[in-house]
């Protein structure tokens, strides 16, 4: 039985958008929806970042391009590729959601957004902690994105994708403009058997 909806796919391909389209969906079929996802800060056409942003709409940075300058910070470095990532703006703004989802109470139906677990977020041990308890704990139906494997396998990513209780969806170019209804079945079935 599945309780929790992750997507998965190459980066780029709109796993974003689809989790956006789905919490559309959701929140119009009186379902409570919280959480967080990640989006791409762009400059003058080129990505210089990536920002998280609350599903009620407040924003945070998570990564920014590094400038000739360096770290602003001091203290240790956290890169991913060209991107430095922002741990302390991105734990201020995702880590609140998690301790609010857990106390919420309140039955089942409501669904919890994490885009994404991905390499940038996973330099938070809070944060993998926080993925873990709401995954196991009964209060909410987790809908997430996480990459596709490359490299080095990412610990708490695998654990997700192997889990028995959770749907992993593969979005495509050819599927991601008709893999929304299956998505949205599966959430619907996820509440309705929930806690």
Not at 17 to 34: D, I, N
Not at 53 to 69: P, Q, Y
Not at 75 to 90: H, K, M
Not at 114 to 130: C, H, T, Y
């Amino acid at each position: 039985m599945f309780k929790h909806v992750f997507l998965t796919g190459p980066p780029g391909v709109g796993k974003t958008t689809l989790v956006q389209k789905a919490c559309e969906a959701l929140v119009s079929s009186g379902a409570a929806v919280e959480g967080f996802y990640t989006e791409e800060v762009r400059e003058g056409g080129r990505r210089v970042g990536f920002d998280v942003v609350t599903v009620t709409g407040e924003r945070g940075h998570l990564s920014r391009v590094r400038d000739a300058a360096g770290s602003p910070h001091g203290g240790r470095e956290y890169t991913v590729g060209q991107y430095v990532v922002d741990l302390p703006s991105f734990e201020n703004l995702a880590l609140p959601l998690f301790r609010n989802v857990g106390s919420a109470g309140g039955g089942g139906g409501k669904v919890f957004v994490v885009d994404e677990i991905g390499k940038m977020e996973l330099f938070s041990q809070p944060f993998v902690r926080a993925v873990r308890q709401t995954l196991d704990s009964s209060s909410c139906t987790v809908l997430g994105t996480i990459p596709i494997p490359k490299g080095k396998p990412l610990g708490l990513v695998e654990e997700v994708r192997s889990r028995r209780d959770v749907k992993v969806f593969t979005v495509s170019k050819e599927n991601r403009n008709v893999i929304l209804q299956d998505i949205l079945a599966t959430l619907q079935t996820c509440l309705k058997h929930g806690p």
